[in-house]
């Protein structure tokens, strides 16, 4: 349903409510990736300064507002949080309005904003040990299973274009890298990087999927020029690029092939 079919109050509103989830949604994440990064349990663990270990209240964890009224500051310990906390709520938050903007209020909706969210908390993982927990990959298999019947696409074909998607883009990169990996004689991309690809080729299908290879070699490109290493962890890289790919992906590559047909 497409939110235009609202009043432009109801239409202000569903999108607040849409970009506060997507606050909330990047908090959860980004502590989740955090804690799993240090070995903590994601579940029960308490949400501490990371500076004088001070436990956090209520009032220190309301997205982008507790930063902002704090003035990116403990309130314990006056110790500086990072801003990226900030820009990653901040940007997770006007994705979820932009997804609601552009599929309305579907399930196609639902799960970008959902594998939105396991992205992101992977990738914090992958940038803090260089590691893509297995578990994240399975969540968004399930999430892929559990949502084709319902995207408004005749499943058997969401099926038969995501399989492709999936073995075509993340089989491709696993047989490329191992004759890579033999030419080199050393590690060419991980084996977390390859189960992602084929992960978030399940939701792209093999024309955004393609689309989203190659989006994601130009991130991290981009990154090892702003941070001036010569190793980066590729998860956050493929993660920018699907959540790019799943908004626009298709119609890139339409309109492309359009220039020639």
Known sequence: MSIQSFDLPVRIVILIFFGMLGGVMASFFTCMGGRIAEGKDWIKARSV???????????????????????????????????????????LAVYYIICVLQFGLTTEAFRAMALAGLLLGLSVVDLKIYEIPDGFIVAGIILWVITVPFVGRPWLTEVKDGLLGGFGIGGGMLIMSLIFDHIIKKDSLGGGDIKLYFMTGLFLGIKAGFFNLILSCLVGLVFVLLLKKSKIPFGPSISIATAISLLIGNAVVSWYFSLFL
């Open 49 to 91: 300064c990371d500076s004088c270990g001070h436990e956090l209240g209520a009032a220190d964890l309301v997205p982008i507002f507790s930063y902002l009224f704090h003035k990116g500051k403990c309130r314990y310990c006056g110790a500086k949080i990072p801003v990226s906390c900030l820009l990653t709520e901040l940007l």
